[in-house]
């Protein structure tokens, strides 16, 4: 019998309502396993659990991941944030690099960003120390080297500097043994901050907004990775595709989200961050959701997306 999904499809392209909810039956009955079904999660594959990570005998050197996605609002900012107290909280040392403009990662996170040494610091001037610039934060082993709107004025004046992609991973090298795992907060382009990201790092997570014009520039972010693997860092790896604002109540959110599974398959992460009102209430209140609100399902969401990193060996 051909697959409903795959075979029948309206003149828009969009699947029939029915057509999925025949297929996810006839899936719902593939799962059964002697009298028991397997619970399925929300990327309809069968739930796993993700082990408590064991500790960790030393420190460094840091796995240098970067969160990037052009379209903005598609929780970049919220995922460095939660993921990054997250692993600390797992005993990891973590730092934050505020890599936008717009600061809010260093917002988010409650730390000055006026009269400080910042990113945009590092980025022209050689002479600057990074543990200058590094400050912590309300979370034990999570540290963050903040931004501000100085850091617009980096493209420019990085565009006559001899290897000019290469400049944030000079800087980082200096201090990666002291952490575990960096994370780069990237703005919403693919501009010369974003590829210096890239260049820098060891792996990308893409967090994705379960909407349809979210999923539209991830084609064109995996052709900027590949270009930059190709031209400037061979050992660039796609840690993963982590969902967000995931809403299982629409049909909107649960078909985008299917089609990302269908298209990356194993790059997508089990983990799904749902929408919820706590995250802009953290944020106001300058502290991560894991302690602004540690039983809600969010926070719980975070811990868990940091134990599947672990284990699929993208942190240590």
């Not at 080297?145 to 400049?167: C, F, K, M, Y």
């Not at 501009?191 to 991830?218: K, Q, W």
């Not at 540690?294 to 060996?313: F, S």
């Amino acid at each position: 019998m051909p697959d409903p999904i795959a075979t029948v499809e309206t003149v828009t392209g969009v699947r029939r309502i029915e057509d999925i909810s025949v297929a996810r039956k006839q899936d719902d009955r593939t799962r059964l396993s002697g009298l028991d079904e397997v619970p399925v999660g929300a990327t309809g594959r069968p739930k796993r659990d993700f082990d408590e990570p064991a500790v960790l005998p030393s420190h460094g050197p840091a796995r240098i991941i970067s969160l990037c996605n052009q379209k903005g609002g598609v929780g970049k900012t919220t995922t460095t944030i939660n993921l990054g107290a997250a692993l600390a909280g797992y005993g990891r040392r973590v730092l934050a690099i505020d890599f936008d403009p717009q600061g809010a990662l260093s917002a988010g996170l409650g730390v000055p960003t006026h009269d400080v040494t910042t990113i945009y610091d590092l980025l022209l001037s050689g002479s600057v120390s990074p543990h200058d610039a590094i400050q912590k934060t309300s979370v034990h082993n999570l540290d963050i080297i903040p931004a501000n709107i100085d850091l617009s004025a980096a493209e420019v004046h990085l565009v006559n500097e001899v290897a000019r992609e290469q400049i944030l991973a000079r800087v980082l090298r200096k201090i990666s043994g002291d952490y575990d795992v960096i994370l780069i907060d990237c703005q919403p382009s693919l501009g010369i901050l974003t590829v210096n990201a890239l260049t820098a790092s060891h792996g990308v997570l893409i967090p994705l907004e379960c909407e349809f014009f979210a999923l539209r520039g991830v084609a064109l972010l995996i052709e900027t990775i590949d270009k930059v693997r190709d031209r400037l860092n061979p050992a660039i790896e796609l840690d993963g595709i982590l969902a967000t604002m995931f809403d299982s109540r629409t049909l909107h959110s649960r078909e985008v989200l299917e089609r990302v599974v269908d298209a990356f398959g194993d790059s997508v992460l089990e983990t799904v961050i749902g929408r919820t009102v706590k995250f802009p209430d953290a944020s106001v209140a300058g502290v991560p959701i894991t302690e602004f609100a540690p039983e809600h399902a969010a926070a719980k969401a975070y811990k868990q997306a940091a134990r599947e990193l672990i284990q699929r060996g993208a942190v240590a």
